[in-house]
C-alpha cells in the first residue's frame, strides 16, 4: 500500500479553471503539508495541516484553499488558475510537530500544467 | 529563521567514483539536518537525519553525512556511486523542538557518467 497517495499524477488545464488536488495518508501522522516545487526544483513550503487544524500557511495566493476533513486527508483547490501555477505540488506528513523524528514521507507528486 | 544552502546545482561523477555534497545551514540553535533523495517523477524519499549524539550518520544506500557544527555544514557522501544514485539531493533543516516545519535546499542533481 501507498503511503502517501496523490491523485491525480498529472493535470493539464486552461487558465481560468478550478481545479482540486487530493491527498491521502494511511501512516497515521498528524501533520500534513503541500509543498510546491518550481521548475528549477525549488521545494517550498506552502500549507501545514496537524490534526485537521491549519497550523501554517505561508504566503500563498488565496486562490490556493487547503482542505482537511480528516487527519488521514489534505486537499488542495485551487481557483482561477495562472501560468504561474504550472509546478509539482508535493503532499507530504509527518508525526506531530516538535516531535523528534522530523522525518517527512511525501507522496510521488501531482504535475500541474496550466496553458 | 533557518535557511539552507547547496552550493552545487550539479555535480557531475564517474560511476565508481566517490561523492560528496555540500550543505550549510544557518540556525540559531541545535538543528534537525536531513538528506532526501528524488528519483525522476518521484517524490522525495529520506537518506539519513541528524537529530543529536555521533556527528557521523549512516543512511540508506551506503549515504553518510558528517555534522560539522563549526562549519554549518552537513555534507552528504558516498565512497563509490552507482548509476542508479542519479538523482536530484535535497538538504533540509528542521527548528529542534517547538513548531518543525523543514526548510530545504534548492537541490543538487547528480549525473553519473558510466
Known sequence: DTAVSQTPKYLVTQMGNDKSIKCEQNLGHDTMYWYKQDSKKFLKIMFSYNNKELIINETVPNRFSPKSPDKAHLNLHINSLELGDSAVYFCASSFGLGSNTGELFFGEGSRLTVL | ?114
Not at chain 2, 525522476?40 to 549512516?58: A, C, E, M, N
Not at chain 2, 557522501?77 to 534548492?106: L, M, N, Q
Request: charged fraction near 15%.
Open chain 2, 1 to 114: 529563521a533557518q535557511s539552507v544552502t547547496q552550493p552545487d546545482i550539479h555535480i557531475t561523477v564517474s560511476e565508481g567514483a566517490s561523492l560528496e555534497l555540500r550543505c550549510n545551514y544557518s540556525y540559531g540553535a541545535t538543528p534537525y539536518l536531513f538528506w532526501y533523495v528524488q528519483s525522476p517523477g518521484q517524490g522525495l524519499q529520506l537518506l539519513l537525519k541528524y537529530f543529536s549524539g555521533d556527528t557521523l550518520v549512516q543512511g540508506i544506500k551506503g549515504f553518510e553525512a558528517e555534522f560539522k557544527r563549526s562549519q554549518s555544514s552537513f555534507n552528504l557522501r558516498k565512497p563509490s556511486v552507482h548509476w542508479s544514485d542519479a538523482a536530484e539531493y535535497f538538504c533540509a533543516v528542521g527548528a529542534s523542538g517547538g513548531s518543525y516545519i523543514p526548510t530545504f535546499g534548492r537541490g543538487t542533481s547528480l549525473i553519473v557518467h558510466p
